[in-house]
């Protein structure tokens, strides 16, 4: 078990899973998950003990994640 799943959100198995096999991600989710679903970022940035933001490129796209005590705070 995932030390911060404690204080993320709860995905069901079946919840956890189809995000998964479809590649995405909601907020909530830990580090653990992000990279199961994404993969391992291109970069990451400790902004602080507590923060950290993950730069990933997909599709054409950039994306920014936002972690706060290991839990995906949102992205840009």
Do not use: H
């Not at 899973?17 to 479809?22: A, D, G, H, K, N």
């Not at 970022?41 to 993950?54: A, I, N, R, T």
């Amino acid at each position: 078990m995932d030390a911060n799943e404690d204080v993320c959100r709860r995905f069901s198995s079946t919840e956890s899973r189809r995000l998964r096999i479809e590649k995405r991600i909601a907020k909530g989710m830990t580090e653990a998950q992000v990279r199961a679903s994404w993969g391992n970022p291109s970069q990451v940035d400790q902004l602080s003990d507590e923060q950290s933001q993950w730069f990933y490129r997909r599709f054409g796209e950039s994306y920014f994640l936002t972690f706060l005590n290991g839990c995906l705070q949102g992205w840009r």
